[in-house]
């Protein structure tokens, strides 16, 4: 079974500075995906970037990009430029890419809550 | 339409009640979830439905019955519930297709059991 762990519960930052959400795996399978999930308090959970194993590059989506280290399996988010709205919860999260009903299931941490101070 | 849409998004129901959570989605995704996410927790897998049909039950009490009565809906029946069922009842949706899309989740019901 694959576990997913967050070892920051919390973690605050500088509005407009830059911040790094740890986040580490462990799996026997060679091809799956990963995602950031932001949970702010209005409860949807938002996807904010995904990372295909198979994939050396690291994926980016404006202010968010991520260090993936597969070998260490390791995923790293980096926020930068923080803003106020950036507050929130964060969930790292797994996925199979096998078929079957086992890659229905997202396999997330425990999360790791971000504070931003103005 | 990029929506999950839930609703109420407020409960508060008796242990002998039946009440009903529901879930709309209109793109297309045929892969529709259902998660209890106690607070300061992670969303809990509970109900996955592929092709409208029951793909995963992860050993749910019987007082919880999910229905898929077509591909855009997902309801959850909740009936003779505990307290500590009380939580974040979370829908979501995705391709079946696609497993790196991600999934797509609605805002939740907040439901206390009392």
Known sequence: AQTVTQSQPEMSVQEAETVTLSCTYDTSESDYYLFWYKQPPSRQMILVI???AYKQQNATE????????????????????SQLGDAAMYFCAYRSARSGAGSYQLTFGKGTKLSVIP | ?????????????GMTNKKSLKCEQHMGHRAMYW??????KPPELMFVYSYEKLSINESVPSRFSPECPNSSLLNLHLH???????ALYLCASSQVWDRGAGYTFGSGTRLTVV
């Open chain 2, 35 to 40: 998660y209890k996410q106690k607070a300061k």
């Open chain 1, 62 to 81: 404006n202010r968010f990009s991520v260090n993936f280290q597969k070998a260490a399996k390791s995923f790293s988010l980096k926020i930068s430029d």
């Open chain 2, 1 to 13: 339409d990029t929506e999950v849409t839930q609703t109420p998004k407020h409960l508060v129901m």
């Open chain 1, 50 to 52: 995904r990372q295909e």
């Open chain 2, 80 to 86: 003779a519930l505990q307290p500590e069922d009380s």
